[in-house]
């Protein structure tokens, strides 16, 4: 009970046994321990042999960036790794390029990079302030058997598929979007630039609902869960002793979460940040479902738009036997995978342990 | 307290000021308290979207539900039979459950219990990254090795590969977590009264660990009922339970989707959609009850063991 950090805490409802966060000493080695493995057999036995299903996932990984890059090779041999110099190739005009037509051989990708953090930029940044207020709640203010009740149904969010978020989405708030959302706001909210209506080509908004608002409240429904799980683990870590100092400081419990829990959580906070975003942008089939394809830089806020990963699903299938299109969807997929690779990379290193392992999709 | 004061009472600001009774104060308790109302007004925000879609799918799908079309195994494009996609279904997870399980949970074990710190922290990140990875790369991956390279084209065994890819880490990262919070205590008696690790994983850490293992299998079993993007990208779709390996297959979410895709022109293709949403939706609610049964078992076990 010497360091740990996670000893006791204002919401301690779960506490976590000190030995789960200590280091553990491993299997001692043959020598000391087991005497049947000595010598060379034993080294292969507990060193050697436990390798082989441990690599597994890294080998699937590298794997994964072994054959995009084989399948992408013909762009990247094209275009280089500067892809946003024009060539004179038939390959394609740039990278940067909002053009994308296969037939012609273009292969702009702008639209779909920025079609992506357009959707799951304001998702995030809604499910984190969402995701904040909830923690807040349930580890502060609410009583432990509220939390106990409530928690789990923002936990339940991450178990549903995304395809089915889709259909919902798709069937019961685009219509209401459609219909009754977008001409109060384009009537009320013209004033803001980007809110004025689109009437030339391409018609904006429609009365279909799709489009990037409602892409942008699926992924802000899908990347919920994660936010609220790890900001609430953030701030049930804070030591009971600086919660009890700041109480008896006479703060109230607003500013003890404001000052004392948000800061020293602030890692776990931002881990939550990355892991959402990651989250959010590799989502594929609900923002397919609802972001009314189109491969265009949107004219205004509820224009239709593509994002990488819907793109990458929706055209898999016209792509089969061409294999220039195929090198771009791959090269694409490239993009994909390092911006998600990155940012789980960097969400997890903030947070040392993440505890919350019982909730689906994380 | 030194600043300039109002008095809140509209008495005498020195009594204020004595029995701590400023405006500031109320201020600042006022705002606690109504934070205190208004913050847990946003689980409204995540309450209402789960209940609503829960509600939508049941009323739109119990009514059309029946026995008879949950066990009919006619052609699902032409009438309202879920008896190859459930079956199908099924064959999926169950193998590719399997195929995962072997990989998560020997990798798990020996991530725990073999490996250095250093190379289970770098086996551990690789995990978190699989986790991390969205579905559509996963399903481009198996595409391109499982029906390209491989020649297996469009086929049920590429979709299994595939799907037990995106489900390896879940279990994997359970059964790592598991072993290594088996109590300090019973591992150093353990090794300390001369177990061998292979005795001590199957006799000392596999039932102390086994609920919290289980939790991984279902979860990653939830996970990949509900999976998409894989399965429509490496198996071609089929109104048959696949016979073969290399036989196209269908799937209760491509059920879905394609009741998405036809919405505007049929109706059976929506109604199906949403029969499959509801068992697939039933599914993985019935698989995170469980989960969090056995978890809540899991903790008072463990809890008893630190007594």
Redesign the interface.
């Known amino acids: 009970m010497d360091s740990n950090p996670v000893a006791g805490n204002p919401g301690d409802r779960e506490p976590i046994p000190p030995d789960i966060v200590d280091p553990l000493p491993k299997a001692p080695p043959p020598s000391s321990g087991a005497p049947a493995g000595t010598g060379r057999a034993g080294f292969v036995l507990y060193k050697i042999v436990p390798l082989a299903p441990a690599l597994v996932p890294a080998a699937i990984v590298i794997a994964v960036a072994i054959v995009l890059v084989h399948v992408a090779g013909l762009s990247i041999w094209f275009t280089g790794w500067q892809l946003h110099v024009t060539l004179p190739m038939n390959f394609g005009t740039s990278f940067w390029g909002s053009a994308f037509n296969a037939n012609d051989g273009q292969y702009g990708m702008a639209v779909f990079i920025v079609g992506s953090f357009l959707t799951a930029v304001p998702a995030l940044f809604l499910s984190m302030i969402i995701g904040l207020g909830i923690a807040i709640a349930s580890t502060t203010y609410l009583p432990d058997f509220m939390a106990r009740i409530l928690d789990p149904f923002v936990d339940l969010l991450a178990g549903i598929p995304s395809v089915v978020y889709g259909i919902w989405a798709f069937l019961v708030i685009a219509p209401y979007l459609g219909g009754t959302v977008f001409p109060w706001s384009v009537g009320h909210l013209a004033f803001i630039p980007g809110f004025a209506a689109h009437t030339t080509h391409p018609v904006s908004p429609t009365t279909e609902g799709t489009g990037l608002p409602l892409a942008i409240i699926v992924l802000t429904l899908m990347a919920l869960p994660i936010t609220t799980l790890l900001i609430r683990d953030a701030l049930r870590s804070i030591p009971r002793d600086l919660w009890e100092s700041g109480l008896a400081l006479g703060a109230t419990r607003w500013e003890v979460v404001r000052r004392v829990s948000i800061r020293q959580g602030s890692r776990g906070i931002l881990s939550a940040a990355f892991l959402g975003f990651g989250r959010a942008i590799g989502e594929t089939v609900a923002v397919a479902m609802v972001i009314s394809a189109s491969d265009r830089f949107p004219v205004n806020v509820y224009d239709s738009t593509y994002t990488m990963a819907a793109f990458m699903y929706l055209s898999l299938d016209g792509a089969y036997g061409d294999p220039s299109f195929l090198a771009a969807l791959a090269e694409l997929a490239l993009v994909l995978l390092l911006i998600t690779l990155a940012v789980n990379l960097i969400g997890r290193r903030l947070v040392s342990h993440i505890y919350a392992q019982e909730v689906a999709g994380l | 307290m030194a600043t300039a004061l109002v008095s809140a009472t509209g008495a005498d600001p020195a009594d204020d000021l004595r029995r701590g009774d400023t405006l500031a104060l109320r201020w600042?308790?006022g705002?606690?308290k109504s934070?205190?109302y208004l913050?847990?007004l946003?689980?409204l925000?995540?309450?209402i979207?789960?209940i609503?879609?829960v509600w939508?799918?049941s009323s739109q799908a119990i009514p059309t539900l029946s026995w008879q079309v949950l066990t009919s195994y006619g052609n699902y494009q032409s009438q309202d039979a879920l008896g190859v996609p459930i079956v199908t279904t099924f064959l999926f997870v169950t193998l590719a459950t399997t195929i995962a399980v072997c990989?998560g949970l020997?990798?798990g074990?020996?991530?725990a219990?073999?490996?250095?710190?250093q190379?289970?922290a770098?086996?551990r990140?690789?995990?978190?990254?699989?986790?991390?990875?969205?579905?559509?790369?996963?399903?481009?991956?198996g595409?391109?090795?499982f029906c390209l390279?491989f020649g297996w084209g469009l086929s049920f065994v590429a979709g299994v590969f595939t799907l037990s890819?995106f489900m390896?880490?879940?279990v994997?990262?359970?059964a790592d977590?598991a072993f290594?919070?088996?109590?300090?205590h019973i591992?150093?008696a353990a090794?300390g009264s001369?177990t061998?690790?292979v005795q001590?994983i199957l006799k000392v850490g596999t039932p102390i660990a086994f609920p919290q293992i289980l939790?991984?299998v279902f979860?990653a079993m939830?996970?990949g009922?509900?999976?998409?993007?894989p399965i429509?990208?490496t198996v071609s779709p089929s109104v048959l339970v696949p016979t073969g390996l290399l036989s196209p297959a269908t799937y209760l979410?491509y059920l879905?989707?394609t009741?998405?895709e036809n919405?505007a022109t049929s109706h059976l293709a929506l109604v199906i959609?949403y029969q499959a949403?509801f068992i697939?939706?039933v599914t993985?609610?019935a698989?995170?009850v469980v989960?969090?049964v056995v978890?809540a078992w899991y903790?008072k076990r463990?809890?008893g063991l630190?007594q």
């Open positions: 600042r308790t705002f606690d934070m205190g913050l847990p946003l689980f925000v995540a309450l979207p789960i609503d879609l939508y799918i990989i020997f990798g074990i020996a991530t219990e073999f490996l250095s710190d190379t289970a770098w086996v990140t690789s995990a978190n990254l699989l986790a991390g990875m969205p579905s559509v790369i996963v399903g481009y991956f595409y391109f090795l390279y890819f390896c880490p879940y994997f990262r359970t977590l290594t919070s088996v109590p300090r591992r150093e090794y001369g061998k690790p001590y939790t991984g979860l939830a996970i009922v509900g999976e998409t993007a429509i990208l979410t879905i989707y009741g998405w919405a959609a949403a697939i939706i993985v609610l698989l995170n989960v969090r978890a903790r463990l809890a630190y």
